[in-house]
């Protein structure tokens, strides 16, 4: 099994910085990939910011320019840096570890229990 622990959601006003991290534990081989997700009330959960073990990152447009994903491979750890909050941005954000554990061939999708970011006046 692995599990993710979540940190750094919180309150914060427009224009502020919140940088959120996730740490994956348990029978891991590897993490081909980790990344943020979001869901704002009403929505549907989308991708953020997506980073793959080699070094390559994805972004939702939306949060390109203000978001860095970064990656801590051997603390199998993602953060993310969310820079010019918008109130837009408020949401759950959900951290995913696509796992390769310890003695299997199949990749697998975790999910962490998700942060609550707000961000208002």
């Known amino acids: 099994q692995v599990q993710l622990v979540e940190s750094g959601g919180g309150l914060v006003q427009p224009g502020g910085s919140l940088r959120l991290s996730c740490a994956a534990s348990?029978?891991?081989?590897?993490?081909?990939?980790m990344g943020w997700y979001r869901q704002a009330q009403g929505k549907q959960r989308e991708l953020v910011a997506i980073?793959?073990?080699?070094?390559?990152?994805n972004y939702a447009d939306s949060v390109k320019g203000r978001f860095t994903i970064s990656r801590d491979n051997a603390k199998n750890t993602v953060y993310l840096q969310m820079n010019s909050l918008k109130p837009e941005d408020t949401a759950v954000y959900y951290c995913?570890?696509?796992?390769?554990?310890?003695?299997?061939?199949?990749?697998?999708?975790?999910w962490g229990p998700g942060t609550q970011v707000t961000v208002s006046s």
């Open positions: 980073r793959t073990s080699g070094g390559s990152t």
């Open positions: 995913n570890a696509r796992v390769r554990s310890s003695g299997s061939y199949s990749i697998e999708d975790y």
């Open positions: 348990g029978s891991i081989f590897s993490i081909p990939a």
